[in-house]
């Protein structure tokens, strides 16, 4: 093991690192230092740890038999870790609920994760008004509702003698069940165990270089494994301080920033784009911020913020499932990722096993042979991180094959070494950091009585990751109302709002192959450069389509080489 610095108030003493989350926790028990802050109150690290214990002993009265499973359906708040923190102390499992789902597939997450309890608060109850979620509602607890607080108080143990973990609670328990949304819309939950998370603690604080005096800002949300893996654990590991707010909002960001004194934050998908059009001011720099973590964002607005708020960013390359595959590297080009992280992360062609050529880029940066190229990213010592999916055999099986974890990802090496990420096999659409599955929304868009057939794929953001875009066919003789759809839209509760499309062709007849099946990839690689209608929301505030000119398509793909991102555009982009 590895000799780690105490993270004590004042402690000087050697420890090794601990194996689980219980007992970073239990290190924690007496340690009078900020622990969790928000606008209206701060916990020491010792009262957080009560308070998760408290948590904790009314999840155990409630949890006779079963799994040990809590759904937590909550913003970014200090509830949320207190009973990430109980579920550690008592070996129970926290099922991160996505807050962003509506309806039935809500439903089906939280019936497939075996939750027996649910903590949610107002807001969420009324996401989970009408639904059957197996949970009875005495073990619903609403936060922010009657007899939350006396019910909390009643678990509380006595202050003399310290919070103790249980037996449970080893290195090998499960921790937390993440949910990711794989090609055919079924939820996948990924499994960490505690002696995981804790690892990756200790190793992500390191390579970010969180310490004791750092203040870790949390906007991004925390049943995501960004806020979780590369935030909370590495500020637990080395007793810094960890503020939150409710959502991330580009708006806000600079002023929490000031408020907290924060010096480290992560982020996700394009975070860092919408910070990049609030108003520039004079005094942006003056903030306490050093440095940040985060995936998919635009090589401009990297550069952009670094300029603007003085911070150092660590762009990297990872997932939920395992660990990480590329290293930093100052002299990467534009676009690029880094270098994998060992020789074992490689591109391959997933049928033949071999691995691609070296890609051969043009000034833009775009690959000129693809198909010898581009391939799965592949990680043949991945397959001891992985700790599987729940209740779900079948894509361990796909993850893991011939002993090595395969990514889903597609990406490429230059003749430099330096990796580059090129997509998601299958029909994933990632949209600010989360996978969406192509086949829900093209089953929603069916409903439409209009609408005769739908797909949907993902088309680039000029800044950031992807949009959604989709097509639908309309019936002989309609005629489409924008208005009208909107309305339709509005009304399907399972539409989360990263799933609503971005960009919409209607058509009146979708290219099909010999047996009818609509040419998905034609329609993609034609993505809005189409003899057909397209329509456009900006994706802020309500959903507003407007008819796009040959003007303002023109300009959409400006802005991808505004952003270095021309090498990304559809082949049936003017730019492209």
Not at 533 to 557: C, F, I, K, S
Request: proline share 5%.
């Amino acid at each position: 093991m590895r000799v780690a610095e105490s993270g004590r108030e004042g402690g000087a003493a050697a420890r090794v690192d601990r194996t689980t989350i219980a007992q970073l926790l239990l290190d924690r028990a007496d340690d009078p230092h900020p622990g969790v802050r928000t606008r209206e109150r701060t916990w020491s690290w010792a009262e957080t740890v009560r308070e998760s214990a408290a948590r904790g002993a009314l999840a155990a009265a409630a949890l006779a038999e079963g799994p040990r499973h809590i759904g937590v359906l909550l913003d970014n708040d200090p509830e949320y870790l207190f009973w990430l923190g109980g579920a550690a102390l008592t070996g129970a499992a926290i099922v991160g609920i996505n807050s962003t789902r509506r309806g039935s597939m809500l439903e089906a997450e939280i019936r497939f994760a075996d939750c027996r309890i649910i903590v949610t608060d107002t807001a969420g109850l009324a996401l989970l008004e009408g639904l059957d979620v197996g949970v009875p509602s005495d073990r619903i607890f609403v936060v922010d509702g009657p007899g939350y607080a006396e019910a909390v108080d009643a678990h509380r143990g006595p202050v003399e003698g310290g919070v103790q973990a249980d037996p449970a609670a080893g290195e090998d328990s499960l921790m937390l069940l993440l949910f990711t949304s794989g090609t055919t819309g079924m939820s996948k939950a990924v499994k960490c165990s505690q002696g995981r998370l804790a690892r990756l603690g200790y190793q992500l604080g390191r390579k970010f270089e969180v310490g004791r005096e750092d203040v870790c800002y949390c906007c991004m949300p925390l049943f995501h494994g960004n806020a979780l893996m590369s935030l909370w654990a590495p500020a637990l590991a080395a007793g810094a301080t960890v503020c939150l707010t409710p959502k991330f909002t580009a708006s806000g960001f600079l002023g929490d920033v000031r408020y907290f004194g924060a010096t480290f934050f992560t982020y996700v998908g394009k975070a860092l784009g919408y910070l990049m059009l609030t108003p520039e001011r004079p005094d942006d720099a003056d903030n306490t911020l050093t440095h940040g973590f985060g995936t998919e964002a635009s090589p401009d607005d990297q550069a952009e913020f670094r300029r603007r708020f003085g911070a150092v960013l660590y762009e990297g390359y990872g997932s939920s499932e395992g660990s990480g595959s590329v290293r930093r590297a100052p002299d990467a080009p534009e676009g690029a990722l880094g270098r994998p992280a060992h020789d074992d992360i490689v591109i391959v062609d997933p049928d033949t096993l071999e691995a691609k050529k070296p890609a051969l880029l043009d000034g833009y940066g775009r690959v000129q042979n693809p198909d010898e190229a581009i391939g799965e990213i592949v990680d043949k010592r991945g397959a001891r991180a992985f700790e599987g999916y729940y209740k779900n055999d079948a894509a361990d099986a796909e993850r893991l094959r011939h002993g090595w974890y395969w990514t889903g990802d597609l990406g490429y090496v230059d003749d430099g070494g330096f990796m580059y990420f090129a997509g998601r096999k299958g029909d994933w659409i990632r949209v600010d950091g989360e996978n969406t599955s192509a086949l829900l929304i093209e089953r929603i868009l069916r409903r439409h009585p209009q609408v005769a057939t739908a797909v949907a794929f993902a088309v680039p953001d000029p800044r950031s990751g992807d949009q959604v875009m989709a097509a639908v066919e309309i019936e002989p003789g309609a005629e489409f109302d924008a208005d009208e759809f909107v309305g339709f839209l509005a009304a399907q509760n399972d539409l989360g709002t990263k799933a609503t499309p971005r960009l919409l062709r209607v058509s009146r007849g979708l290219p099909t192959t010999g047996s009818n099946k609509v040419q998905k990839k034609v329609v993609a690689q034609q993505a809005w450069r189409c003899d057909e209608p397209v329509y456009r929301w900006a994706g802020r505030g309500a959903v507003d389509y407007e008819l796009m000119t040959n003007e303002q398509m023109d300009a959409h793909e400006a802005e991808f080489a505004e952003h270095g991102r021309v090498r990304l555009l559809p082949p049936g982009a003017v730019g492209a």
